[in-house]
């Protein structure tokens, strides 16, 4: 895992450098879903902090309880009846993009007295099978969400076209940059809205060339997938 971690950072530093940004800028979420839990700690123990978990039954059997300094997030699409315990098992969920999950989110967080991350996906690659807001709706939806209470508004999530190339994705993640710096310069509202959380293991280096500050990978940290 060590050499695998080393192959990442030095992918994410030469993308840096190449566009002239700080690779401690770029946040490395390691994508452990179907991982078993001693995978994770092996992850830890390797410097990770950040995990992206697709399911929230996962994500509760893995990260509860909450271990100092870890941040799980949540990356797969949530169902109404999970968020309870998606607020419960994460500190982000990335994967927001309708209004009652807002309300709903607010609402538990209220109860549960915590704070939340939120980032909301958008179906840049306007691919069917997969979620997210459509790109015509985007900008009107988020810009007329409710003011946050206990949720933070911190950004976009994307996944790139999956074509096996990745300049394919560029146009959606600056698609993605260029709505989160509307936004952030829109309202008050969004004040924290600085994340765009896209970019995988075969994309990552245009994903941070158009402005990435998390890039979601798995399989080249973890190995293949345990299903
Ligand atoms: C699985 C997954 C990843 C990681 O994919 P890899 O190809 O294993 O790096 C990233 N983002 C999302 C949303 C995923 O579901």
């Known amino acids: 895992m060590e050499k695998n971690k080393q192959k990442i950072l030095a992918r994410i530093e030469k993308a840096c450098k190449a566009c002239g940004r700080s690779s401690s800028d770029v946040r490395l979420v390691w994508v452990s879903k179907t991982q078993p839990v001693s995978a994770v700690e092996s992850a830890i123990a390797a410097g990770a902090r950040d995990f992206g978990e697709n399911r929230v039954q996962e994500a509760l059997e893995k990260f509860l309880p909450q271990r100092e300094g870890i941040v799980c997030r949540i ?89 096996g190339n990745p300049e394919d994705s560029r146009a959606c993640f600056a698609f993605l940059r260029n709505l989160r710096n509307k936004l952030f310069n829109s309202s008050a509202k969004f004040s924290n809205f600085t994340e765009l959380s896209m970019g995988m293991t075969n994309d990552l280096e245009v994903a941070i060339s158009e402005g990435a500050t998390m890039v979601r990978v798995g399989t080249a940290l973890f190995g293949a997938r345990v299903f």
């Open 75 to 163: 990356i797969g699409p949530v169902q109404k009846n999970k968020l309870r315990k998606a607020v419960l098992a994460a500190q982000a969920i990335d994967t927001i993009a309708d209004l009652e999950s807002v309300q709903k989110l607010e609402a538990l967080c209220k109860e549960a007295n915590k704070n939340l991350e939120i980032l909301f996906q958008v179906n840049a690659s306007e691919e069917a099978t997969k979620s997210g807001l459509s790109m015509a709706e985007a900008f009107d939806f988020l810009n007329n969400l409710p003011e946050p209470e206990r949720l933070v508004y911190k950004g976009l999530m994307t996944i790139g076209k999956n074509t």
